[in-house]
């Protein structure tokens, strides 16, 4: 089936330690996004890649960085993690930009210790 | 500055009633709006949407009402089932060329008793 993976679904870093999560698509879709969700909140969209485009959200840390490498992955480097940080970070695609329904993965929940 | 709402963090009905999950929004440029259901250890995935030119749109048991002069949408589950169990996030989308950002609320976990 067709789907968003992430990996790994639980991480653990230290205070400062960076820390990469990744997402694949078997979806072939044009748009891949970077959600993060702190507990009892909405998930906020740090980033999205339109293709190889990158676009930040304006209010997005500096500590957060994304990469995509190829169509079907995209990872999140969040380069020294704080207590702050800790939260579910989903990832999401979509066939283009504009488009409105957004498929998500399980999420990765991180952990600083 | 949350632009979109949802009031209550949960609901619980009982099997075969209906279920009416709210949502407000603060943001009169918003033209599109969806509704997401999440199961625990799963991310969202997308239930119902309703453009802004509509105030109605139907799929099996579920509706999706939009009041614009309100800001106010609601999804009705008619009837509930305890499958339904999980937690409703509505999100909208904003009228920007190629916008891609969803708003999204924080959530209403519903339970559905059998």
């Known amino acids: 089936d067709a789907m968003v993976i992430q990996n790994p679904r639980y991480q653990v870093t230290q205070f400062g330690k960076p820390v990469t999560l990744s997402c694949s698509q078997t979806?072939?879709?044009?748009?891949m996004y970077w959600y993060q969700q702190k507990s009892s909140q909405a998930p906020k969209l740090l980033f999205h890649?339109?293709?190889?485009?990158?676009?930040n959200e304006a209010d997005t840390p500096d500590n957060f960085q994304s990469r995509r490498p190829n169509t079907s992955f995209c990872f999140l480097d969040i380069r020294s993690p704080g207590l702050g940080d800790a939260a579910m970070y989903l990832c999401?695609?979509?066939?283009?930009?504009?488009?409105?329904?957004?498929?998500f993965g399980p999420g990765t929940r991180l952990t600083v210790l | 500055d949350q632009q979109v709402k949802q009031n209550s963090p949960s609901l619980s009905v009982q099997e075969g009633r209906i279920s009416i999950l709210n949502c407000d929004y603060t943001?009169?440029?918003?033209?599109?709006f969806l509704w997401y259901k999440k199961y625990p250890a799963e991310g969202p995935t997308f239930l119902i949407s309703i453009s802004s030119i509509k105030d109605k749109n139907e799929d099996g048991r579920f509706t999706v009402f939009l009041n614009k002069s309100a800001k106010h949408l609601s999804l009705h589950i008619v009837p509930s089932q305890p499958g339904d169990s999980a937690v409703y996030f509505c999100a909208a989308r904003g009228r920007r060329q190629g916008a891609n950002n969803l708003f999204f609320g924080t959530g209403t976990r519903l339970t559905v008793i059998p």
């Open positions: 890649y339109y293709d190889k485009d990158f676009n």
């Open positions: 999401a695609t979509s066939r283009r930009q504009g488009n409105n329904e957004q498929f």
């Open positions: 943001n009169s440029m918003f033209d599109y």
């Open positions: 979806l072939n879709h044009n748009v």
